[in-house]
């Protein structure tokens, strides 16, 4: 049954969209140099409200801690930024004079926003920043969890970008979420295109929603620790990596693979830094609380080991940075081996790199596919061998995966949005930028003259016949 709040956030979905027309026609018409300013005036603000916004999501989800997220605002204000600031969104963007074909940008119209509760502020930032790049109008569709800080987020751009001179209207939130008004958005005719970050259930909807669609997979992220690593520094790097946030990136670490020849000096290291291994009981006690009906259980994402320790009836040390516990089993019966989104480790050993090969495969077709796949290891041709096949998008070599995958740490676009190919059902498996929201326009002048076929040189030279 339809409620008066479903009807009414219906209303403000297609009130925001009629501004966001009026206002994505006028910034269609804008040069480079006046998006550009628009731009950096939106990043000028997000550094500024980075911390605020970051404690406003954690007081309102609960999820992850104020310094990490003021962090991943300012990846989005400072390395997205950098990334986006100087591409071309405006007029001819390429012209091959030799082939004589020039390719113009032209922005997609406006887009549909969905944004999860991990990552909430974050993402609006960053999604309002390569809309906007691209010319185009951006409606959120927050998590109702995040809804106030998705909002808030949303504000602040939109405050920025009038500021250096856009028109109202451009970048707007749903103030009150429901699932009949994300529907609406991702619905709507005057929506053109939907970038979705979300569960499964969010991003299946944008793809059968009828309208383009960016979507993101899950990231049920295994790492294979080869003999040759570097150990301490492999355990070092791992250990920022999936305590980040509290494990709420998508592309953090899930699992780790390790070979048997160095299994006793990895586990020795992990917990000389800080990890705590799980005895038997223990694990089943935390293994109980990872999953509810099926599903990932709220009330451990982006929690700290002690906060898990404490839901599961267990006792850590108060140092702890993360819970980790050896497993053999793979499959939704072993909640060990699922994305946890928390400061939660599983630990399999192997007796060489095919057998490793195998298991991180198992693990991405349990609930991983095309997302992010990460390896330690100081043999290039090894490293080659294990990773060319694998069925991800992006494979990050020595490094921790958070920080790898979003473009922090390596040469891989930086972006919060991270496409997982057909591997995980996504249109792409490239990291999300600007580019993805213009559509390219061809001018292409006529360099050589069509083959006639023989009936036509027939037609013309009657001796040939």
């Not at 998705?150 to 429901?178: F, H, N, V, Y």
């Not at 891989?412 to 490239?430: A, H, R, V």
Request: a neutral charge.
């Amino acid at each position: 049954m339809i409620r008066d709040i479903d009807l009414q956030s219906i209303q403000e979905v297609r009130n925001y969209l009629e501004e966001a027309k009026s206002a994505q026609k006028i910034i269609q018409k804008m040069k480079q140099s006046e998006i550009d300013q628009i731009v950096e005036s939106m990043v000028n603000a997000a550094r500024e409200e980075a911390e605020r916004l970051a404690a406003m999501a954690v007081e309102e989800t609960g999820f992850g801690n104020v310094a990490d997220k003021t962090v991943k605002n300012l990846f989005a204000a400072n390395d997205v930024y950098n990334a986006i600031k100087d591409m071309k969104t405006v007029g001819i963007v390429r012209r091959d004079e030799q082939n004589r074909v020039w390719e113009v940008a032209h922005p997609v119209g406006i887009v549909a926003g969905i944004v999860p509760s991990t990552n909430p502020t974050s993402t609006a930032i960053f999604k309002s920043l390569i809309a906007v790049k691209a010319r185009n109008a951006i409606v959120f569709s927050p998590h109702p969890s995040a809804a106030k800080c998705t909002a808030e987020a949303a504000r602040i751009m939109q405050e920025a970008a009038e500021r250096a001179g856009a028109p109202k209207g451009l970048i707007s939130c749903i103030k009150q979420p429901t699932l009949p008004a994300t529907n609406e958005l991702m619905r709507h005719k005057l929506t053109d295109l939907i970038l979705a970050t979300g569960g499964p259930g969010m991003v299946k909807a944008a793809y059968s929603s009828g309208k383009p669609a960016y979507g993101v997979g899950p990231g049920n992220v295994p790492v294979y620790i080869h003999e040759s690593a570097d150990i301490a520094k492999t355990v070092q790097l791992i250990i920022q990596s999936k305590t980040f946030d509290y494990g709420t990136i998508c592309a953090s670490e899930q699992a780790l693979v390790v070979d048997q020849s160095i299994k006793e000096r990895v586990i020795s290291e992990f917990k000389k830094q800080g990890a705590y291994f799980l005895n038997e009981e223990e694990k089943q006690k935390v293994a109980s609380v990872i999953m509810v009906n099926g599903s990932l259980n709220a009330k451990i994402v982006g929690k700290s080991p002690q906060v898990i320790a404490e839901i599961a009836g267990i006792k850590v040390p108060s140092d702890t940075k993360l819970l980790i516990a050896e497993e053999t089993n793979i499959g939704k019966e072993y909640p060990f081996s699922i994305e946890k989104l928390s400061t939660i480790l599983a630990f399999y050993t192997v007796k060489d790199w095919h057998e490793g090969s195998d298991i991180c495969v198992k693990l991405l077709e349990l609930g991983g596919l095309g997302h992010t796949l990460g390896i330690h290891c100081e043999d290039e041709k090894l490293i080659e061998a294990f990773t060319i096949d694998k069925p991800v998008a992006r494979i990050i070599i020595n490094s921790g995966t958070t920080f790898g995958g979003i473009g922090a740490t390596t040469a891989i676009q930086p972006s919060l949005t991270l496409g997982c190919g057909s591997f995980g059902n996504n249109i792409t498996s490239d990291n999300i930028g600007p580019q993805h929201l213009i559509n390219i326009k061809r001018i292409a002048y006529g360099i050589r003259e069509m083959q006639a076929s023989n009936n036509q040189l027939k037609e013309k030279n009657p001796a040939l016949t």
